[in-house]
């Protein structure tokens, strides 16, 4: 479990990595990485794949982001897959 940042309650938001499965494709290894980001009151599944310099993070749906914004999630998951992708 990484934590990520703190919501508009001081709550802290976490992003629970369920599954890594790095895959070979031409030129590089595609990363695909399922998890849940969650605050301890609302959870949302997501995924992210990764690939060179391109990277689709896929955020479901729920009541998350009425206590954090969505774009500072995103940027924030984004640099924690790229720090992954490097270890």
């Not at 919501?7 to 590089?28: M, S």
């Not at 009425?66 to 924030?76: A, G, K, L, P, Y």
Request: proline share 2%; aromatic share 8%.
């Amino acid at each position: 479990m990484i934590y990520l940042t703190t919501d508009n309650h001081d709550q802290g938001v976490y992003f629970d990595l369920r599954k890594n499965e790095p895959r070979r494709r031409t030129g590089g290894v595609e990363h695909v990485i399922h998890g849940l980001l969650g605050n301890g009151i609302a959870e949302v599944p997501v995924t992210v794949r990764s690939w060179r310099d391109w990277m689709e993070i896929v955020v479901g749906t729920g009541e998350l982001f009425n206590f954090v914004e969505e774009r500072d999630i995103r940027r924030i998951l984004g640099q924690v897959v790229r720090e992954m992708e490097l270890h």
